[in-house]
């Protein structure tokens, strides 16, 4: 498993390119500076890495929330961020497929990256039986009960985006980072987390622009004026796109707002950087083009 460093906020003066990708690992920033808004109980657990029986690390347990800080090679950094939800259900966050895959792809192209851990429902504390009882937590996922998951759960990850948000913003200095050049990307379960803070969200946490990839549902009652623009992927084999990317991205056509959609024939929910030989393989590769467009990878402050 990789070795985390934890790192308390009032240190982060201290965090430099050499110090966030040192041989024991990127470092994990909790996002909250103090006790978490409306929090009583346990919040001090980063997470807990688990390998799923998918053969692939997660991070599940989160009830304190952190950032994984990838920042890209400065000779080729172009000042552009983007924080990374990945997706999971709120059972667990898919930290490789949807997270260091991703942060590596975006550092390729000069773009810092900051893998979001946000909280999540609790889970057995065993392995064993965290992978005995999988079916059944991720049963209500499958079903009508999405909406009353997504409904419970979805609002302390959304707390937790917005925070993430505010927290880049206000080191872009420190990391070398253009303020009005940070976004959000989230991955199912991460992107109702990022569509939250994207419907309701002040200067300070707004992101310049965003991407959902097969996002989970959520009610969108009106999508802001100040909305920023949107890339939306999802795959057509997915039982989630109807319910959620489809209406989303309508939704932000509707307002006025640019947004760019990629429905592929194949992929399934999840796909994240897998190369499955189909046409969802190729999001990454659009998205970056999308950035590029928007002007996100052009060099400076």
Do not use: C
């Not at 253009?178 to 987390?193: E, K, Y």
């Amino acid at each position: 498993m990789k070795k985390t460093w934890l790192v308390l906020p009032l240190m982060a003066t201290s965090l430099a390119f050499g110090a966030a990708h040192a041989a024991d690992g990127p470092q994990l920033i909790p996002i909250w500076p103090g006790a978490i808004p409306g929090v009583t109980g346990d919040a001090g657990n980063t997470g807990q890495e688990t390998m799923a029986p998918w053969n692939e690390t997660i991070v599940r347990n989160v009830t304190r929330p952190t950032l994984e800080v990838h920042l890209a090679d400065p000779k080729i950094a172009n000042g552009a961020a983007i924080i990374i939800a990945p997706g999971g259900g709120f059972r667990f966050v898919s930290v490789d497929n949807e997270g260091t895959q991703v942060a590596d792809a975006l550092n390729a192209k000069g773009v810092a990256a900051f893998i979001l851990r946000y909280r999540m429902m609790p889970t057995p504390p065993s392995d064993a039986d965290f992978a005995a009882q999988l079916g059944e937590l991720l049963g209500p996922l499958f079903g009508p009960g999405i909406y009353d998951e997504m409904k419970k759960w979805g609002p302390a990850a959304i707390a937790d985006a917005g925070q993430a948000m505010k927290l880049v913003r206000s080191r872009a200095k420190e990391w070398k980072l253009a303020p009005d050049r940070i976004g959000l990307l989230g991955f199912s379960a991460g992107g109702v987390a990022t569509l939250g803070v994207l419907l309701d969200h002040d200067k300070s946490d707004r992101p310049d622009f965003a991407g959902l990839i097969y996002p989970g549902p959520w009610t969108i009652d009106k999508v802001p004026a100040d909305a920023p623009p949107l890339f939306v992927a999802a795959a057509k084999d997915d039982a989630l796109t109807p319910l959620a990317a489809e209406p989303q991205a309508q939704a932000w056509k509707d307002a006025g707002h640019p947004v760019e959609t990629h429905f592929y024939e194949k992929g399934g929910h999840g796909f994240g950087m897998k190369q499955q030989g189909v046409d969802a393989d190729l999001w990454m590769s659009a998205f970056t083009a999308w950035l590029d467009a928007q002007g996100v990878l052009k060099k400076g402050k």
